[in-house]
């Protein structure tokens, strides 16, 4: 079984909601960085948001900042992505993604933003957003 499996993706209208889940399952995540990223069709994959070992520390995409939240429940080992006000931009398949490594999230986080360094990925989970 892959040890990142994500469900929560669907269709929704812009201003609509979705909340992604990301299960963590057959190691242990719970020091790692962890985020989310997508890729829209024909596009690049790219970084949406990621949260600390602790989940004490968060950073998002410009374009996704007051409308998404990440967290983490590491007793639950899962991941969530609260997708808020939805607009059209936002259609893509969304993946959950794991570094091999844990630390300050500052510190990290421009290498955990370049997907050619995660190390663990999710299958994906499609999102479409109608205008």
């Known amino acids: 079984q892959a040890p990142l499996v994500e469900s929560g993706g669907g269709l929704a209208r812009a201003g609509d909601s979705l909340n992604l889940t990301c299960t963590i399952s057959?190691?242990?995540?719970?020091?790692?960085?962890m985020g989310w990223f997508r890729q829209a069709p024909g596009k690049e994959r790219r970084f949406v948001a990621a949260?600390?070992?602790?989940?004490?520390?968060?950073h998002y995409r410009d374009s996704v900042k007051g409308r998404f939240t990440i967290s983490r429940d590491n007793a639950k080992n899962t991941l969530y992505l609260q997708m808020n006000s939805l607009e059209p931009d936002d259609t893509a398949v969304y993946y959950c993604?794991?570094?091999?490594?844990?630390?300050?999230?500052?510190?990290?986080?421009?290498?955990?933003?370049?997907?050619?360094?995660?190390?663990?990925w999710g299958q994906g989970t499609p999102v479409t957003v109608s205008s």
């Open positions: 057959g190691r242990t995540f719970s020091r790692n960085i």
């Open positions: 993604a794991s570094a091999s490594y844990g630390g300050s999230l500052a510190k990290n986080i421009r290498v955990f933003m370049d997907p050619r360094t995660i190390t663990y």
């Open positions: 949260i600390s070992g602790s989940g004490d520390s968060t």
